[in-house]
């Protein structure tokens, strides 16, 4: 468990959790100023049988925003999960090298889709909201080679799809439709549009 924030556009309305151990999507609620604490929820993540790719990370989400949310109800707690698909079957993060050099040859020259599940709770005010954002991405036709090569470097280990757009991973797509930093891991527009509807931030003065 850790605290951070700093300065910027957002100013917190309460104590805030993320329910994340993601240092991409703590970055991002760094930079919009928010203060709060890293609490990682403990779930079981498992992918129900003909369960669909959106619902399957909007479930994730909810179930780790209630069970961080259920233990502290005085806090706002945001969740997020994000998967990577090529149609309706999910592309989880590499197990192996190869695994990982697998999973990006079968991305090579073709379109696939980043969807991304959030979650805002707050206990003690009754509040439950869940939703999802989805972003097109077309990679280039790379050859094997350049695949090897960036396997090489130990970026895609850690990453759903084994690639990460905001590193070196960037060289691999041709184009995006949709939000970016959904892609990177945490839609930042959208979850933020919530957190003022909910009353959660405010814009600082």
């Not at 369960?51 to 707690?77: I, T």
């Not at 997020?80 to 050099?101: E, M, Q, R, Y």
């Amino acid at each position: 468990m850790n605290k951070t924030g700093g300065k910027g556009m957002f100013c917190n309305n309460g104590p805030l959790i993320l329910a994340s151990g993601s240092p991409r999507r703590q970055e991002y609620l760094q930079q919009m100023g928010l203060e709060f604490t890293v609490i990682v929820a403990q779930i079981v993540e498992e992918c129900f049988e003909k369960e669909l790719p959106q619902d399957f990370a909007e479930r994730m989400a909810f179930s780790k925003g209630k069970s961080v949310s259920e233990k502290h109800p005085e806090s706002w707690v945001i969740s997020g999960d994000t998967i990577v698909c090529l149609g309706n079957t999910i592309l989880g993060k590499p197990h192996s090298s190869d695994d990982a050099l697998s999973l990006l040859m079968q991305l090579s020259g073709r379109e696939h889709c980043v969807k991304s599940g959030f979650s805002v709770f707050h206990g003690a005010k009754g509040v439950s909201e869940t939703s999802s954002v989805n972003t097109k991405v077309i990679f280039n036709d790379f050859t094997e080679i350049m695949a090897r090569s960036y396997v090489a470097t130990g970026e895609p280990m850690d990453k759903a799809g084994a690639y990460g757009i905001q590193g070196m991973g960037a060289v691999l797509v041709k184009s995006i439709e949709g939000s970016y930093s959904n892609v990177v891991g945490l839609p930042v527009f959208e979850l933020m549009e919530v957190l003022q509807n909910v009353g959660a931030v405010e814009l600082c003065r």
